[in-house]
């Protein structure tokens, strides 16, 4: 089947949205300071507070999804599995944050987080369900 033009404009557009999540996650691990810098005294500590467990989430969201973009820019049907992982991924960071978490998100971070949140939120499910369509489509192999 031939490729739809939508394909490449949805498949960069994913690349470098997921290139900023996997920035955001890098800089933050390695605690670089000028990226660093940005947040608030609290907003650091919060941040380099998580447990191990949801760290591990937070990379399997990111660079996932990374993957998955990449996939789709190779026309590959493993990227509906990758960006399933990662949604179900972002899921469970998405539930700390917000519900399991002793701190509250939203106090730290601001009421904005939310819509960021449901950003982040949409774009992943919305991947996912893109690539589903396509596999399902044929497009994708």
């Known amino acids: 089947m031939k490729t739809p033009v939508h394909l490449w404009f949805v498949a960069v557009a994913s690349l470098l949205w ?9 800089m933050t691990q390695m605690h670089n300071p000028a990226y660093m810098a940005q947040f608030t005294p609290e907003q650091v500590a919060y941040f380099t507070s998580f447990p191990a467990w949801i760290v591990g989430f937070w990379a399997l969201a990111v660079w996932s999804a990374l993957l998955g973009s990449v996939l789709l820019l190779m026309r590959r049907g493993a990227a509906v599995l990758v960006f399933a992982l990662s949604f179900a991924a972002m899921l469970v960071t998405m539930v700390h944050n917000y519900l399991l978490s002793n701190v509250s998100f939203t106090d730290i971070t601001g009421p904005e987080t939310i819509w960021f949140s ?24």
Not at 18 to 23: E, F, Q, S, Y
């Open 18 to 26: 997921n290139l900023m999540g996997v920035v955001d996650y890098s």
């Open 118 to 141: 449901l950003a982040i939120f949409v774009a992943a499910l919305g991947l996912w369900l893109y690539a589903r369509w396509l596999r399902t489509a044929g497009v994708l192999r």
